[in-house]
Structures are given as structure tokens and as C-alpha cells.
């Protein structure tokens, strides 16, 4: 099992410029979840989705979008990227209450 | 408001002796309770849960975790700490108010092992 997929692994950005950060799992998990983890911090939430079709803002929404398309994508749109967004991304999914699965993260800079 | 707390920014262990991380929990309800480990430029693994059952949970490579509920703690455990232990470890808690089944994460805590 490929569990769950990033991609890309590393990036960097110009200010202003967008791309999006592919999330994909083969679990069959409903429920969907974007993480930043800044320097010597824990993780904030940025999206959620609890299905196909549904998504909702976490603690720190902006500057980010997500779609929820298929149960198995839920990809991450960074537009106009800023300074403020260079972190490590994390992806993860789940089944319920039995805890998460993580991605191997996105590393990107914004310069 | 529901919360988890890594009272620990680091901890300091000899290599062989026994390790304890803390952590404790402000949740509505009986919680649910998480351990990850972040190994250097690695994604977040499982280390074990808590949902219900008995106060000593046993997990992946050789961790457990004790919940206390009186104390409201979910401290993490190991006998005899190893060098390859040295990593970021995070405690977390399901958040009983969201239907999403969303994890509340704590700061976390490094642990470094010596030899």
C-alpha cells in the first residue's frame, strides 16, 4: 500500500507566483486533512474535507484553496504566494476516529 | 476550548535508561489520545492511541503511554531508551466538538537520546 502520496517533495516559489501541492491516498479515507508545520512548531490546520465534494476552513485558511474531487485527491492551490507561506506541508487522511496517516511532506520556499 | 499540552520543548536521556515525555489534555467528554514521531525531514508516524480499555497503552518500537484520568495526563514511556529514539513527538487529542474528526496537536517535544 502507497498509503498516503505527495507530491512535489521539495519547491521553490517567486512571490506571486501559484502552484498546487498534489495530496492522494489509496486507503479509501474519508476524511482529508492539510497541515503546515513552520520551523520549530507544531502543526496548524489549513483545510479539511470530511468527503467527495465537501471541504471546510481550518485555523489558518488563508491564501490556500482545495477541492475535494474524488475520495482519493484532495490537492492543495497555493495563489500569489507570499513569504509567509514557506513551510513544510503535510497531508493526511483518515478513516474515522482511529487516528491519522500522514504524507511525507512538501518542503517549500517562497523567495 | 479543548486542548493538548507538552509542558517539554526537549528532553535529555542516556542511552539505556528509561524515557518519559509528558503530556496532558483538556477535552469535553472521555478523550480519545494520539502519539506521533517525526523522525528528521519525515513525514508524522503513529506510535499508538488511546480510545478506551486499560490505562497502558503498548505501541510501535517499544513506547507506551499511560493514561491517567484523574490527572488528566497521557504521558509517553519507554524502559530503556535507544540512541535511534532521538526524534520530534507529538501528542494529540481528538477534538470532541468537530464531527470531522479533526486532531488537535501539541507543540511538541524533542527527545534526544545520548550515547
Known amino acids: 500500500n502507497a498509503g498516503v502520496t505527495q507530491t512535489p517533495k521539495f519547491r521553490i516559489l517567486k512571490i506571486g507566483q501559484s502552484m498546487t501541492l498534489q495530496c492522494t491516498q489509496d486507503m479509501n479515507h474519508n476524511y482529508m486533512y492539510w497541515y503546515r508545520q513552520d520551523p520549530g512548531m507544531g502543526l496548524k490546520l489549513i483545510y479539511y474535507s470530511v468527503g467527495a465534494g465537501i471541504t471546510d476552513k481550518g485555523e489558518v485558511p488563508n491564501g490556500y484553496n482545495v477541492s475535494r474531487s474524488t475520495t482519493e485527491d484532495f490537492p492543495l492551490r497555493l495563489e500569489l504566494a507570499a513569504p509567509s507561506q514557506t513551510s513544510v506541508y503535510f497531508c493526511a487522511s483518515s478513516p474515522g476516529d482511529l487516528g491519522y496517516t500522514f504524507g511525507s511532506g512538501t518542503r517549500l520556499t517562497v523567495v | 476550548a479543548q486542548s493538548v499540552a507538552q509542558p517539554e520543548d526537549q528532553v535529555n536521556v542516556a542511552e539505556g535508561n528509561p524515557l518519559t515525555v509528558k503530556c496532558t489534555y483538556s477535552?469535553?467528554?472521555?478523550?480519545?489520545l494520539f502519539w506521533y514521531v517525526q523522525y528528521p525531514n519525515r513525514g508524522l508516524q503513529f506510535l499508538l492511541k488511546?480510545?478506551?480499555?486499560?490505562?497502558l497503552v503498548k505501541g510501535s518500537y517499544g513506547f507506551e503511554a499511560e493514561f491517567n484520568k484523574s490527572q488528566t495526563s497521557f504521558h509517553l514511556k519507554k524502559p530503556s531508551a535507544l540512541v535511534s529514539d532521538s526524534a520530534l513527538y507529538f501528542c494529540?487529542?481528538?477534538?470532541?466538538?468537530?464531527?470531522?474528526?479533526?486532531?488537535?496537536f501539541g507543540s511538541g517535544t524533542r527527545l534526544s537520546i545520548r550515547p
Open positions: 488511546y480510545i478506551t480499555g486499560d490505562n
Open positions: 494529540a487529542v481528538r477534538d470532541m466538538e468537530s464531527s470531522a474528526s479533526k486532531i488537535i
Open positions: 477535552v469535553s467528554g472521555n478523550p480519545y
